[in-house]
T-cell receptor, first 111, second 113 residues
Framework: KQEVTQIPAALSVPEGENLVLNCSFT??????LQWFRQDPGKGLTSLLL?????REQTSGRLNASLDKSSGRSTLYIAASQPGDSATYLC??????????FGTGTRLQVFP | DTAVSQTPKYLVTQMGNDKSIKCEQN?????MYWYKQDSKKFLKIMFS???????INETVPNRFSPKSPDKAHLNLHINSLELGDSAVYFC????????????FGPGTRLTVL
């Protein structure tokens, strides 16, 4: 049974810092891994999708890497801003045709 | 120009009532989903439909009945509401299932009193 864990559960950093969010999963037989952002009281916004054959994806200040064999992904946020404050969720899909979500990392970036 | 919309945004009701949540997507996607996010913010899939056909039913009580009148709509009807049904329910869609990016609606916060 696939389990997805995210560390840390919460993170508070000053503006301008580069930071790394971690995601680990127990079954390496995945189709892809997605990173989402959730603002309080809102739905999820997809940030990056990495196919199982890819090693990383980049979008602006965000870079996500995938090491399928070790069951790990990291989301790197460069030069963090207060507007980056949100909960970040990773999710993996596999042969069960569903997304399995992690527990999330709540990020606060203060000015 | 909302991609995935849900109504209502908030729903407060008494135990034992029946309620429905509606979802519509204008992205032309084939696959739609219902997720439940509990009080600890853990998100778990409930159902998925592909082109109006049920694909996943994730051991959800049969008080929950999804209905897809066409591939742009997936509604969720809940009978005999219980306290434990209180949660945020999210609708989502993707082009061709889990291999593609999922787009989420804003959520419906259900409170059962």
């Amino acid at each position: 049974k696939q389990e997805v864990t995210q560390i840390p559960a919460a993170l508070s950093v000053p503006e301008g810092e580069n930071l790394v969010l971690n995601c680990s999963f127990t079954d390496s037989a995945i189709y892809n891994l997605q990173w989402f952002r959730q603002d309080p009281g809102k739905g999820l916004t997809s940030l990056l999708l990495i196919q199982s054959s890819q090693r990383e994806q980049t979008s602006g200040r965000l870079n996500a890497s995938l090491d399928k064999s070790s069951g790990r992904s990291t989301l790197y946020i460069a030069a963090s801003q207060p507007g980056d404050s949100a909960t970040y969720l990773c999710a993996v899909s596999g042969n069960t045709d569903k997304l399995i979500f992690g527990t999330g990392t709540r990020l606060q970036v203060f000015p | 120009d909302t991609a995935v919309s849900q109504t209502p945004k908030y729903l407060v009701t008494q135990m034992g009532n029946d309620k429905s949540i509606k979802c519509e997507q204008n992205l032309g996607h084939d696959t739609m989903y219902w997720y439940k996010q509990d009080s600890k913010k853990f998100l778990k899939i409930m159902f998925s439909y592909n082109n109006k056909e049920l694909i996943i039913n994730e051991t959800v009580p049969n008080r929950f009945s999804p209905k897809s009148p066409d591939k742009a709509h997936l509604n969720l009807h809940i009978n005999s509401l219980e306290l434990g049904d209180s949660a945020v329910y999210f609708c989502a869609s993707s082009d061709r299932g889990v291999t593609d990016t999922q787009y989420f609606g804003p959520g419906t916060r259900l409170t059962v009193l």
